[in-house]
Protein backbone atom coordinates (compact mmCIF):
# COMPACT_ATOMS: atom_id res chain seq x y z
CA UNK A 1 0.00 0.00 0.00
CA UNK A 2 1.20 3.60 -0.93
CA UNK A 3 0.85 5.79 1.43
CA UNK A 4 1.61 9.84 1.59
CA UNK A 5 5.15 10.65 2.56
CA UNK A 6 5.33 12.43 5.22
CA UNK A 7 7.35 15.98 4.33
CA UNK A 8 11.00 15.56 4.75
CA UNK A 9 12.59 17.47 7.88
CA UNK A 10 14.18 20.43 6.84
CA UNK A 11 18.02 19.86 7.38
CA UNK A 12 19.97 22.87 8.92
CA UNK A 13 22.68 23.43 6.70
CA UNK A 14 26.05 22.18 7.83
CA UNK A 15 24.96 19.26 9.68
CA UNK A 16 24.93 16.59 6.94
CA UNK A 17 27.25 13.71 7.68
CA UNK A 18 27.56 12.20 4.03
CA UNK A 19 29.74 9.48 3.23
CA UNK A 20 32.15 9.11 6.28
CA UNK A 21 31.62 12.85 7.26
CA UNK A 22 31.34 14.50 10.46
CA UNK A 23 28.14 15.75 11.00
CA UNK A 24 28.11 19.08 12.44
CA UNK A 25 29.20 22.52 12.09
CA UNK A 26 32.78 23.40 10.39
CA UNK A 27 34.85 23.31 13.28
CA UNK A 28 37.78 25.18 11.86
CA UNK A 29 36.46 28.80 12.50
CA UNK A 30 37.02 27.26 16.21
CA UNK A 31 40.28 25.78 15.39
CA UNK A 32 41.21 28.79 13.56
CA UNK A 33 41.06 31.28 16.66
CA UNK A 34 42.44 29.43 19.06
CA UNK A 35 45.74 29.31 16.48
CA UNK A 36 45.28 33.20 16.64
CA UNK A 37 44.79 33.53 20.54
CA UNK A 38 47.82 31.00 21.16
CA UNK A 39 49.78 30.72 18.31
CA UNK A 40 49.27 27.19 18.33
CA UNK A 41 46.97 24.66 19.16
CA UNK A 42 47.54 23.27 22.79
CA UNK A 43 46.56 19.95 23.34
CA UNK A 44 44.13 20.88 26.43
CA UNK A 45 42.39 23.13 24.35
CA UNK A 46 41.67 20.64 21.87
CA UNK A 47 40.25 18.52 24.18
CA UNK A 48 38.32 21.34 25.69
CA UNK A 49 36.86 21.74 22.48
CA UNK A 50 36.45 18.50 21.59
CA UNK A 51 34.07 18.08 24.92
CA UNK A 52 32.12 22.00 24.42
CA UNK A 53 30.97 20.75 20.99
CA UNK A 54 30.84 16.78 21.90
CA UNK A 55 32.67 15.84 18.72
CA UNK A 56 35.07 12.97 18.62
CA UNK A 57 38.56 14.49 19.29
CA UNK A 58 40.24 12.56 16.02
CA UNK A 59 37.72 14.45 13.81
CA UNK A 60 39.66 17.13 15.18
CA UNK A 61 42.92 15.82 14.89
CA UNK A 62 41.92 14.29 11.43
CA UNK A 63 41.46 18.12 10.16
CA UNK A 64 44.71 19.27 11.95
CA UNK A 65 46.65 16.71 10.36
CA UNK A 66 45.28 17.76 6.93
CA UNK A 67 45.66 21.33 7.13
CA UNK A 68 49.22 22.76 7.05
CA UNK A 69 48.91 25.78 8.73
CA UNK A 70 47.72 24.22 12.08
CA UNK A 71 50.32 23.44 14.38
CA UNK A 72 50.16 21.58 17.39
CA UNK A 73 54.11 22.82 18.70
CA UNK A 74 54.66 26.51 19.65
CA UNK A 75 56.27 28.81 16.89
CA UNK A 76 59.45 30.47 18.00
CA UNK A 77 59.89 34.16 18.33
CA UNK A 78 60.58 33.94 14.46
CA UNK A 79 59.01 32.15 11.77
CA UNK A 80 60.65 32.33 8.58
CA UNK A 81 59.00 31.03 5.61
CA UNK A 82 61.07 30.59 2.50
CA UNK A 83 59.85 29.50 -0.70
CA UNK A 84 61.45 26.99 -3.17
CA UNK A 85 59.32 26.89 -6.06
CA UNK A 86 59.70 28.04 -9.65
CA UNK A 87 59.58 31.70 -9.73
CA UNK A 88 61.55 31.79 -6.96
CA UNK A 89 63.94 28.87 -8.04
CA UNK A 90 64.51 30.91 -11.08
CA UNK A 91 65.74 33.94 -8.81
CA UNK A 92 68.14 31.87 -6.91
CA UNK A 93 66.30 30.24 -4.10
CA UNK A 94 68.12 27.11 -3.09
CA UNK A 95 71.14 29.54 -3.01
CA UNK A 96 69.89 32.06 -0.66
CA UNK A 97 68.14 29.37 1.65
CA UNK A 98 71.52 27.59 1.91
CA UNK A 99 72.80 30.74 2.88
CA UNK A 100 69.80 31.36 5.22
CA UNK A 101 70.84 27.96 6.81
CA UNK A 102 73.68 28.29 7.37
CA UNK A 103 73.59 32.32 9.26
CA UNK A 104 70.33 31.07 11.23
CA UNK A 105 70.33 27.17 11.51
CA UNK A 106 71.79 27.41 14.81
CA UNK A 107 69.60 30.54 16.30
CA UNK A 108 67.10 28.99 18.83
CA UNK A 109 65.20 31.63 18.06
CA UNK A 110 64.29 31.21 14.34
CA UNK A 111 62.34 28.42 12.71
CA UNK A 112 63.02 28.15 9.23
CA UNK A 113 60.73 26.16 7.27
CA UNK A 114 60.28 25.73 3.58
CA UNK A 115 57.21 26.35 2.17
CA UNK A 116 55.17 26.20 -1.07
CA UNK A 117 54.66 29.35 -3.50
CA UNK A 118 53.59 32.07 -0.32
CA UNK A 119 52.11 34.60 -3.29
CA UNK A 120 54.68 37.12 -3.46
CA UNK A 121 56.45 35.64 -6.65
CA UNK A 122 57.10 39.99 -7.92
CA UNK A 123 59.68 39.99 -4.69
CA UNK A 124 61.29 36.32 -5.56
CA UNK A 125 63.17 34.91 -3.84
CA UNK A 126 59.89 35.52 -1.53
CA UNK A 127 60.22 34.47 2.00
CA UNK A 128 58.15 35.56 5.01
CA UNK A 129 58.91 36.52 8.81
CA UNK A 130 56.28 36.31 10.88
CA UNK A 131 54.15 36.12 8.13
CA UNK A 132 55.24 39.40 7.11
CA UNK A 133 56.47 38.94 3.07
CA UNK A 134 60.14 39.99 2.47
CA UNK A 135 62.47 39.01 -0.43
CA UNK A 136 65.13 37.11 0.10
CA UNK A 137 67.45 38.63 -2.01
CA UNK A 138 69.29 41.43 -0.09
CA UNK A 139 69.49 42.39 3.48
CA UNK A 140 65.93 43.09 3.88
CA UNK A 141 65.77 39.47 5.88
CA UNK A 142 68.43 40.27 8.39
CA UNK A 143 66.42 43.66 9.40
CA UNK A 144 62.80 41.79 9.65
CA UNK A 145 64.09 38.58 11.34
CA UNK A 146 65.85 41.44 13.90
CA UNK A 147 62.92 43.48 14.03
CA UNK A 148 60.83 40.43 14.79
CA UNK A 149 63.33 39.44 17.77
CA UNK A 150 63.10 42.98 18.96
CA UNK A 151 59.19 43.19 19.29
CA UNK A 152 58.68 39.65 19.58
CA UNK A 153 56.28 39.68 16.48
CA UNK A 154 56.43 42.04 12.88
CA UNK A 155 53.78 44.05 12.28
CA UNK A 156 51.88 42.51 9.42
CA UNK A 157 50.10 45.82 8.48
CA UNK A 158 52.20 47.61 5.78
CA UNK A 159 53.53 45.58 3.18
CA UNK A 160 54.88 47.13 0.32
CA UNK A 161 53.45 45.74 -2.56
CA UNK A 162 53.86 48.14 -5.22
CA UNK A 163 56.81 50.11 -6.81
CA UNK A 164 57.71 51.82 -9.92
CA UNK A 165 53.80 52.98 -11.09
CA UNK A 166 53.20 52.00 -15.06
CA UNK A 167 50.29 52.72 -17.23
CA UNK A 168 49.26 49.03 -17.38
CA UNK A 169 50.70 47.83 -14.43
CA UNK A 170 53.12 47.78 -11.34
CA UNK A 171 55.87 45.57 -10.66
CA UNK A 172 58.22 44.94 -7.60
CA UNK A 173 61.61 45.53 -7.18
CA UNK A 174 62.19 46.33 -3.71
CA UNK A 175 61.30 50.50 -3.95
CA UNK A 176 57.70 51.57 -2.29
CA UNK A 177 55.66 53.29 -5.28
CA UNK A 178 52.27 54.09 -6.20
CA UNK A 179 49.89 52.00 -7.39
CA UNK A 180 48.13 53.20 -11.15
CA UNK A 181 45.24 55.86 -9.96
CA UNK A 182 42.98 52.91 -11.49
CA UNK A 183 42.97 50.26 -13.06
CA UNK A 184 41.54 49.75 -16.50
CA UNK A 185 38.42 47.64 -15.29
CA UNK A 186 37.20 50.00 -12.53
CA UNK A 187 34.60 52.12 -14.11
CA UNK A 188 34.37 54.26 -11.09
CA UNK A 189 35.87 57.74 -11.25
CA UNK A 190 35.83 58.21 -7.30
CA UNK A 191 34.74 56.08 -4.50
CA UNK A 192 31.31 57.98 -4.28
CA UNK A 193 30.68 56.64 -7.60
CA UNK A 194 31.07 52.73 -6.87
CA UNK A 195 28.66 50.18 -6.22
CA UNK A 196 26.40 51.84 -9.03
CA UNK A 197 25.44 48.61 -10.63
CA UNK A 198 24.58 47.02 -7.21
CA UNK A 199 21.86 50.25 -6.60
CA UNK A 200 20.53 50.02 -9.42
CA UNK A 201 19.33 46.22 -8.81
CA UNK A 202 19.15 46.85 -5.40
CA UNK A 203 16.39 50.45 -6.30
CA UNK A 204 14.88 48.23 -8.73
CA UNK A 205 16.14 50.32 -11.93
CA UNK A 206 17.84 46.88 -13.02
CA UNK A 207 17.05 43.54 -13.15
CA UNK A 208 19.76 40.71 -13.13
CA UNK A 209 18.68 38.50 -16.14
CA UNK A 210 19.96 42.19 -17.85
CA UNK A 211 23.45 41.72 -15.71
CA UNK A 212 23.61 37.93 -16.60
CA UNK A 213 23.17 38.77 -20.40
CA UNK A 214 25.20 41.60 -20.52
CA UNK A 215 28.30 38.90 -18.90
CA UNK A 216 27.06 36.66 -21.83
CA UNK A 217 27.16 39.22 -24.52
CA UNK A 218 30.70 40.04 -23.26
CA UNK A 219 32.25 36.52 -23.45
CA UNK A 220 33.09 36.64 -19.86
CA UNK A 221 35.46 33.76 -18.93
CA UNK A 222 36.39 32.30 -15.31
CA UNK A 223 39.75 33.71 -14.82
CA UNK A 224 40.23 30.89 -12.39
CA UNK A 225 41.85 28.85 -14.49
CA UNK A 226 38.65 26.52 -16.26
CA UNK A 227 37.91 29.24 -17.91
CA UNK A 228 34.11 28.48 -18.14
CA UNK A 229 31.88 30.89 -19.27
CA UNK A 230 30.85 33.28 -16.39
CA UNK A 231 27.15 34.04 -17.79
CA UNK A 232 26.41 30.58 -18.32
CA UNK A 233 27.39 29.63 -14.72
CA UNK A 234 25.45 32.80 -12.94
CA UNK A 235 22.31 31.10 -15.19
CA UNK A 236 22.88 27.85 -14.48
CA UNK A 237 22.72 28.68 -11.40
CA UNK A 238 20.21 31.21 -10.71
CA UNK A 239 17.61 28.23 -12.23
CA UNK A 240 18.84 25.59 -10.27
CA UNK A 241 16.01 24.33 -8.15
CA UNK A 242 16.58 25.51 -4.74
CA UNK A 243 15.33 28.26 -2.23
CA UNK A 244 19.08 28.42 -0.40
CA UNK A 245 21.96 29.47 -2.36
CA UNK A 246 25.34 30.59 -2.23
CA UNK A 247 27.69 32.53 -3.68
CA UNK A 248 31.92 32.11 -3.13
CA UNK A 249 34.79 33.83 -4.11
CA UNK A 250 37.62 31.82 -4.71
CA UNK A 251 40.52 33.99 -3.51
CA UNK A 252 42.74 30.90 -2.64
CA UNK A 253 45.73 31.73 -5.78
CA UNK A 254 48.50 29.67 -4.47
CA UNK A 255 50.07 28.36 -7.48
CA UNK A 256 53.39 29.11 -8.26
CA UNK A 257 53.81 32.47 -10.55
CA UNK A 258 50.09 33.33 -9.95
CA UNK A 259 49.46 36.38 -7.48
CA UNK A 260 47.20 39.02 -9.74
CA UNK A 261 44.80 38.20 -7.46
CA UNK A 262 46.34 39.41 -4.12
CA UNK A 263 47.27 42.64 -6.26
CA UNK A 264 43.08 43.00 -7.39
CA UNK A 265 42.11 42.14 -3.65
CA UNK A 266 44.35 44.68 -2.37
CA UNK A 267 43.71 47.59 -5.04
CA UNK A 268 39.96 47.00 -6.08
CA UNK A 269 38.26 45.01 -3.32
CA UNK A 270 35.49 47.44 -4.07
CA UNK A 271 34.92 45.80 -7.45
CA UNK A 272 35.21 42.09 -6.14
CA UNK A 273 32.31 42.77 -3.89
CA UNK A 274 30.58 44.58 -6.05
CA UNK A 275 30.51 41.46 -8.10
CA UNK A 276 30.08 39.00 -5.58
CA UNK A 277 27.08 40.81 -4.46
CA UNK A 278 25.62 40.76 -8.29
CA UNK A 279 25.90 36.80 -7.98
CA UNK A 280 24.14 37.28 -5.22
CA UNK A 281 21.41 39.07 -6.29
CA UNK A 282 21.63 37.25 -9.66
CA UNK A 283 21.19 33.81 -8.30
CA UNK A 284 18.58 34.72 -5.29
CA UNK A 285 21.51 33.87 -2.09
CA UNK A 286 21.22 35.99 1.03
CA UNK A 287 25.29 34.46 1.84
CA UNK A 288 28.06 35.18 0.24
CA UNK A 289 31.98 34.22 1.52
CA UNK A 290 35.35 35.66 0.00
CA UNK A 291 37.44 31.88 0.54
CA UNK A 292 41.41 33.80 1.12
CA UNK A 293 44.34 31.95 1.82
CA UNK A 294 46.10 33.11 5.27
CA UNK A 295 48.86 34.52 3.78
CA UNK A 296 47.16 37.33 2.01
CA UNK A 297 46.86 39.01 5.60
CA UNK A 298 47.48 42.48 3.94
CA UNK A 299 44.87 41.69 1.47
CA UNK A 300 42.45 40.04 3.54
CA UNK A 301 42.25 43.68 6.04
CA UNK A 302 41.56 45.32 2.63
CA UNK A 303 38.54 43.53 2.06
CA UNK A 304 37.42 43.16 5.66
CA UNK A 305 37.28 47.24 5.71
CA UNK A 306 35.63 46.98 2.39
CA UNK A 307 33.14 44.44 4.05
CA UNK A 308 32.48 47.17 7.19
CA UNK A 309 32.07 50.11 4.85
CA UNK A 310 29.69 47.83 2.90
CA UNK A 311 27.69 47.22 6.48
CA UNK A 312 28.12 50.83 7.77
CA UNK A 313 26.52 51.45 4.05
CA UNK A 314 24.00 49.77 4.41
CA UNK A 315 24.20 47.24 1.85
CA UNK A 316 24.86 44.63 4.08
CA UNK A 317 22.08 43.35 6.77
CA UNK A 318 18.34 42.26 6.93
CA UNK A 319 17.05 45.28 4.48
CA UNK A 320 20.17 46.09 2.39
CA UNK A 321 18.98 49.35 1.53
CA UNK A 322 15.78 49.12 2.02
CA UNK A 323 15.28 46.76 -0.69
CA UNK A 324 13.25 44.26 1.50
CA UNK A 325 16.66 41.86 0.60
CA UNK A 326 18.85 40.41 3.42
CA UNK A 327 22.40 40.11 2.01
CA UNK A 328 25.59 39.27 4.52
CA UNK A 329 29.36 38.64 3.41
CA UNK A 330 31.93 37.21 5.69
CA UNK A 331 35.50 35.91 4.92
CA UNK A 332 36.60 32.60 5.50
CA UNK A 333 40.45 32.41 6.06
CA UNK A 334 41.66 28.83 4.75
CA UNK A 335 43.84 27.21 6.65
CA UNK A 336 46.35 26.21 4.35
CA UNK A 337 47.34 23.86 1.41
CA UNK A 338 47.55 24.61 -2.18
CA UNK A 339 44.50 22.23 -3.21
CA UNK A 340 41.97 24.28 -1.72
CA UNK A 341 41.77 26.42 -4.81
CA UNK A 342 39.58 23.76 -6.04
CA UNK A 343 36.14 24.61 -6.04
CA UNK A 344 35.13 21.22 -4.17
CA UNK A 345 37.84 21.18 -2.21
CA UNK A 346 37.37 24.40 -0.70
CA UNK A 347 33.66 23.68 -0.52
CA UNK A 348 34.86 20.58 1.63
CA UNK A 349 37.09 22.57 4.02
CA UNK A 350 34.20 25.10 4.57
CA UNK A 351 31.64 22.56 5.45
CA UNK A 352 34.79 21.47 7.93
CA UNK A 353 36.26 18.53 6.59
CA UNK A 354 39.74 17.29 5.09
CA UNK A 355 39.43 19.70 1.83
CA UNK A 356 39.83 16.91 -0.69
CA UNK A 357 38.00 17.46 -3.89
CA UNK A 358 35.00 15.73 -4.39
CA UNK A 359 34.11 13.20 -7.54
CA UNK A 360 32.39 15.22 -9.62
CA UNK A 361 29.62 15.53 -11.21
CA UNK A 362 27.39 16.70 -9.49
CA UNK A 363 29.10 20.24 -10.26
CA UNK A 364 28.76 23.37 -7.00
CA UNK A 365 26.58 24.80 -9.38
CA UNK A 366 23.55 22.32 -8.63
CA UNK A 367 25.39 20.58 -5.36
CA UNK A 368 27.39 22.42 -3.64
CA UNK A 369 28.23 24.08 -0.23
CA UNK A 370 26.33 22.17 2.35
CA UNK A 371 24.41 20.55 -0.42
CA UNK A 372 23.22 23.93 -1.95
CA UNK A 373 23.42 25.53 -5.07
CA UNK A 374 26.13 27.49 -4.88
CA UNK A 375 28.02 30.09 -7.55
CA UNK A 376 31.52 30.07 -7.32
CA UNK A 377 34.15 32.61 -9.34
CA UNK A 378 37.60 33.44 -8.66
CA UNK A 379 38.46 37.09 -7.72
CA UNK A 380 39.29 38.66 -11.14
CA UNK A 381 35.88 37.19 -12.61
CA UNK A 382 34.08 38.91 -9.83
CA UNK A 383 36.37 42.00 -10.43
CA UNK A 384 35.48 42.36 -14.12
CA UNK A 385 31.67 41.97 -13.91
CA UNK A 386 30.93 45.97 -12.53
CA UNK A 387 32.56 47.29 -15.98
CA UNK A 388 31.09 44.89 -18.30
CA UNK A 389 27.32 45.57 -16.41
CA UNK A 390 27.90 49.13 -16.04
CA UNK A 391 29.71 50.06 -19.87
CA UNK A 392 28.11 47.06 -21.42
CA UNK A 393 29.59 44.34 -23.22
CA UNK A 394 30.16 46.11 -26.71
CA UNK A 395 32.70 48.16 -24.37
CA UNK A 396 34.28 45.18 -22.99
CA UNK A 397 34.84 43.29 -26.89
CA UNK A 398 36.60 46.23 -27.83
CA UNK A 399 39.30 46.42 -24.78
CA UNK A 400 40.40 43.33 -26.76
CA UNK A 401 43.29 43.00 -28.91
CA UNK A 402 44.48 40.09 -31.32
CA UNK A 403 43.65 39.24 -34.91
CA UNK A 404 41.17 36.96 -33.78
CA UNK A 405 37.61 37.39 -33.28
CA UNK A 406 36.09 39.60 -31.11
CA UNK A 407 34.61 36.50 -28.91
CA UNK A 408 37.95 35.08 -28.55
CA UNK A 409 39.60 38.31 -28.00
CA UNK A 410 37.34 40.05 -25.62
CA UNK A 411 38.06 42.77 -22.89
CA UNK A 412 41.23 42.78 -20.29
CA UNK A 413 43.21 40.62 -18.28
CA UNK A 414 45.18 40.35 -15.77
CA UNK A 415 48.94 38.84 -15.66
CA UNK A 416 51.18 37.99 -13.39
CA UNK A 417 54.26 37.99 -14.94
CA UNK A 418 57.89 36.36 -12.87
CA UNK A 419 60.65 34.59 -13.12
CA UNK A 420 63.55 36.12 -15.58
CA UNK A 421 62.15 39.58 -16.57
CA UNK A 422 63.05 42.70 -15.66
CA UNK A 423 59.80 44.43 -13.95
CA UNK A 424 57.88 41.14 -12.10
CA UNK A 425 54.27 42.29 -11.15
CA UNK A 426 50.66 42.49 -12.13
CA UNK A 427 49.98 43.86 -15.51
CA UNK A 428 46.43 44.55 -17.01
CA UNK A 429 46.19 44.29 -20.77
CA UNK A 430 43.79 43.34 -23.51
CA UNK A 431 42.79 40.01 -23.61
CA UNK A 432 45.13 39.07 -26.62
CA UNK A 433 47.78 40.76 -25.95
CA UNK A 434 50.80 38.40 -27.31
CA UNK A 435 53.43 37.20 -24.96
CA UNK A 436 56.16 39.47 -26.78
CA UNK A 437 54.14 42.45 -25.35
CA UNK A 438 53.58 41.40 -22.14
CA UNK A 439 57.07 40.21 -21.51
CA UNK A 440 58.00 43.73 -23.27
CA UNK A 441 55.80 45.64 -20.51
CA UNK A 442 57.50 43.44 -17.94
CA UNK A 443 61.17 45.28 -19.15
CA UNK A 444 61.76 41.95 -21.11
CA UNK A 445 64.46 38.92 -20.00
CA UNK A 446 66.43 39.87 -17.04
CA UNK A 447 70.22 41.74 -18.47
CA UNK A 448 68.17 41.48 -21.62
CA UNK A 449 69.27 38.14 -22.32
CA UNK A 450 67.66 35.10 -24.77
CA UNK A 451 64.89 33.45 -23.84
CA UNK A 452 64.50 29.94 -23.29
CA UNK A 453 61.41 29.55 -22.47
CA UNK A 454 57.74 30.74 -20.88
CA UNK A 455 55.05 29.41 -19.03
CA UNK A 456 52.13 31.53 -19.88
CA UNK A 457 49.45 30.29 -17.69
CA UNK A 458 51.39 29.70 -13.99
CA UNK A 459 52.87 26.36 -13.29
CA UNK A 460 50.33 23.80 -14.12
CA UNK A 461 50.80 25.11 -18.03
CA UNK A 462 52.86 23.86 -20.61
CA UNK A 463 56.58 25.07 -21.53
CA UNK A 464 56.72 26.84 -24.37
CA UNK A 465 59.67 28.22 -26.58
CA UNK A 466 60.73 31.28 -27.59
CA UNK A 467 58.97 30.53 -31.36
CA UNK A 468 55.90 30.54 -29.02
CA UNK A 469 56.00 34.45 -28.16
CA UNK A 470 53.76 35.96 -30.90
CA UNK A 471 50.95 33.71 -29.46
CA UNK A 472 47.92 36.40 -28.39
CA UNK A 473 47.18 35.63 -24.93
CA UNK A 474 43.75 34.52 -24.97
CA UNK A 475 41.99 31.08 -23.86
CA UNK A 476 41.75 29.77 -27.16
CA UNK A 477 44.68 30.94 -29.04
CA UNK A 478 47.52 29.46 -25.76
CA UNK A 479 45.48 26.20 -26.13
CA UNK A 480 46.35 25.65 -29.99
CA UNK A 481 49.75 26.43 -29.13
CA UNK A 482 49.71 23.63 -26.71
CA UNK A 483 49.43 25.10 -23.36
CA UNK A 484 46.71 26.95 -21.40
CA UNK A 485 46.29 30.46 -19.99
CA UNK A 486 45.23 29.16 -16.99
CA UNK A 487 44.39 31.91 -14.96
CA UNK A 488 46.90 34.74 -16.10
CA UNK A 489 50.47 33.83 -14.53
CA UNK A 490 53.48 33.85 -17.25
CA UNK A 491 56.78 32.18 -16.12
CA UNK A 492 59.82 33.14 -17.64
CA UNK A 493 62.83 31.66 -18.25
CA UNK A 494 66.00 32.84 -19.66
CA UNK A 495 68.86 30.79 -22.04
CA UNK A 496 70.66 28.82 -19.53
CA UNK A 497 68.00 27.69 -17.42
CA UNK A 498 67.61 23.71 -17.16
CA UNK A 499 64.38 23.23 -18.17
CA UNK A 500 64.20 20.19 -16.86
CA UNK A 501 65.52 20.69 -13.52
CA UNK A 502 62.72 23.43 -13.25
CA UNK A 503 59.66 21.04 -15.15
CA UNK A 504 60.88 19.04 -11.76
CA UNK A 505 60.66 21.64 -9.17
CA UNK A 506 57.06 22.25 -10.30
CA UNK A 507 56.48 18.11 -9.83
CA UNK A 508 57.81 18.85 -6.40
CA UNK A 509 55.25 21.80 -5.83
CA UNK A 510 52.42 19.09 -7.01
CA UNK A 511 53.47 16.10 -5.25
CA UNK A 512 54.02 18.15 -2.32
CA UNK A 513 50.79 19.55 -2.69
CA UNK A 514 48.67 16.30 -3.62
CA UNK A 515 45.62 16.13 -1.09
CA UNK A 516 46.50 12.25 -1.39
CA UNK A 517 42.87 11.78 -1.98
CA UNK A 518 43.79 9.41 -5.19
CA UNK A 519 46.67 6.68 -5.92
CA UNK A 520 47.80 7.89 -8.74
CA UNK A 521 48.47 11.43 -8.10
CA UNK A 522 49.50 10.74 -4.55
CA UNK A 523 52.11 7.60 -5.97
CA UNK A 524 53.06 9.18 -9.38
CA UNK A 525 54.23 12.06 -8.59
CA UNK A 526 56.40 10.52 -5.72
CA UNK A 527 57.53 8.09 -8.13
CA UNK A 528 57.89 10.48 -10.81
CA UNK A 529 59.98 13.18 -8.53
CA UNK A 530 62.23 10.25 -7.09
CA UNK A 531 63.30 9.25 -10.96
CA UNK A 532 63.48 12.64 -12.26
CA UNK A 533 65.34 13.78 -9.17
CA UNK A 534 67.53 10.70 -9.33
CA UNK A 535 68.32 11.38 -13.05
CA UNK A 536 69.22 15.15 -12.50
CA UNK A 537 71.12 14.37 -9.93
CA UNK A 538 73.45 12.43 -12.46
CA UNK A 539 73.88 14.80 -14.49
CA UNK A 540 70.61 13.45 -17.14
CA UNK A 541 68.41 15.39 -19.41
CA UNK A 542 65.90 15.05 -21.43
CA UNK A 543 67.11 12.11 -23.87
CA UNK A 544 67.82 10.44 -20.71
CA UNK A 545 63.97 10.85 -18.99
CA UNK A 546 63.08 6.87 -19.19
CA UNK A 547 59.95 5.50 -20.65
CA UNK A 548 58.26 4.81 -16.99
CA UNK A 549 57.60 9.01 -16.58
CA UNK A 550 56.15 8.74 -19.44
CA UNK A 551 53.56 6.01 -18.50
CA UNK A 552 53.39 7.58 -15.44
CA UNK A 553 52.17 10.94 -16.90
CA UNK A 554 49.63 9.07 -18.70
CA UNK A 555 48.18 7.17 -15.95
CA UNK A 556 47.79 10.57 -14.29
CA UNK A 557 46.38 13.02 -16.83
CA UNK A 558 43.63 9.81 -17.18
CA UNK A 559 43.20 8.73 -14.00
CA UNK A 560 43.54 11.10 -11.00
CA UNK A 561 40.60 12.97 -9.91
CA UNK A 562 41.29 16.81 -10.01
CA UNK A 563 43.38 18.93 -11.96
CA UNK A 564 46.14 18.78 -10.04
CA UNK A 565 47.29 15.52 -10.64
CA UNK A 566 45.67 15.22 -13.66
CA UNK A 567 48.60 17.95 -15.03
CA UNK A 568 51.37 17.28 -12.72
CA UNK A 569 53.35 15.93 -14.82
CA UNK A 570 51.84 18.22 -18.26
CA UNK A 571 54.78 20.79 -17.47
CA UNK A 572 57.80 17.73 -17.49
CA UNK A 573 56.28 15.99 -20.86
CA UNK A 574 56.52 19.66 -22.54
CA UNK A 575 59.84 20.13 -21.48
CA UNK A 576 60.75 17.10 -23.30
CA UNK A 577 58.78 17.68 -26.20
CA UNK A 578 60.11 21.28 -26.66
CA UNK A 579 63.99 19.51 -26.34
CA UNK A 580 62.73 16.57 -29.15
CA UNK A 581 62.50 14.01 -26.91
CA UNK A 582 58.59 14.03 -26.23
C1 LIG B 1 44.22 22.13 -8.13
C2 LIG B 1 43.36 23.30 -8.47
C3 LIG B 1 43.60 24.53 -7.87
C4 LIG B 1 42.79 25.63 -8.17
N1 LIG B 1 43.06 26.82 -7.58
C5 LIG B 1 42.26 27.89 -7.84
C6 LIG B 1 42.49 29.14 -7.21
O1 LIG B 1 43.42 29.29 -6.42
N2 LIG B 1 41.66 30.17 -7.50
C7 LIG B 1 40.61 30.02 -8.36
O2 LIG B 1 39.86 30.96 -8.56
N3 LIG B 1 40.38 28.85 -8.98
C8 LIG B 1 41.17 27.80 -8.73
N4 LIG B 1 40.91 26.60 -9.33
C9 LIG B 1 39.72 26.52 -10.21
C10 LIG B 1 38.47 26.32 -9.36
O3 LIG B 1 38.27 24.92 -9.17
C11 LIG B 1 37.22 26.87 -10.06
O4 LIG B 1 37.17 26.39 -11.36
C12 LIG B 1 37.19 28.40 -10.08
O5 LIG B 1 37.31 28.95 -8.79
C13 LIG B 1 35.89 28.88 -10.70
O6 LIG B 1 35.93 30.27 -10.87
P1 LIG B 1 36.02 30.92 -12.32
O7 LIG B 1 34.97 30.27 -13.16
O8 LIG B 1 35.76 32.36 -12.09
O9 LIG B 1 37.38 30.65 -12.86
C14 LIG B 1 41.72 25.49 -9.07
C15 LIG B 1 41.48 24.25 -9.68
C16 LIG B 1 42.30 23.18 -9.39
C17 LIG B 1 42.03 21.87 -10.06
S1 LIG C 1 44.42 14.34 -8.09
FE1 LIG C 1 45.80 14.63 -6.31
S2 LIG C 1 45.08 16.51 -5.36
FE2 LIG C 1 43.43 15.81 -6.74
S3 LIG C 1 42.11 14.50 -5.47
FE3 LIG C 1 43.62 13.13 -6.33
S4 LIG C 1 45.28 13.07 -4.77
FE4 LIG C 1 44.01 14.85 -4.31
S1 LIG D 1 56.42 33.06 -3.85
FE1 LIG D 1 57.91 31.68 -4.57
S2 LIG D 1 57.02 30.84 -6.38
FE2 LIG D 1 55.51 32.21 -5.60
Known amino acids: MVTAMAEAPVKVPGVEGRAGKFPGPSLIPALTA ?45 QLSVCHDLSCWLRGSDERIAAIKQRYGADADVE ?3 RSCIGRCDIAPAASVNEAPVTLAADAVDAKIAAAKAIAAVSTAAVSTASGAHPNGRHQDGAPGPAPARWPNDPYPTPAHRYGVVD ?12 IASLKDAGLRGMGGAGFPAGRKWDLVASAPGDVKYVICNADESEPGTFKDREILATQPHL ?25 GPEERALAREIDHLRAAGYLGPDARGSGKRLNVEIFTSPGGYILGEESALIECMEGHRGEPRNKPP ?37 GAGSATAAAHSGLKFFAVSGHVERPGVYCVPMGTTARALLDLAGGVTGGQ ?3 AIQPGGA ?82 PADVDETVRQLATVMRRTSICGLGQVALGPVASVLKLSGNG
Open 34 to 78: IQERAGWLPREELIALAREVNRPLYEIEGLISFYPHFRTDPPNTV
Open 112 to 114: IVE
Open 200 to 211: AVLAGTRDTAGV
Open 272 to 296: VLEGLLLGMLAIGAQDGWVFIRHEY
Open 363 to 399: FPGTYGLHGKPTLMNSVETFAHVPVIARNGAAWWNAQ
Open 450 to 452: ALA
Open 460 to 541: SSNFLGPDALDVELDFATVQAAGSMLGSGAMVVMAEGTDLLAAAVNVLRFFRDESCGKCVPCRVGSAKAHVLLGDLLARGGG
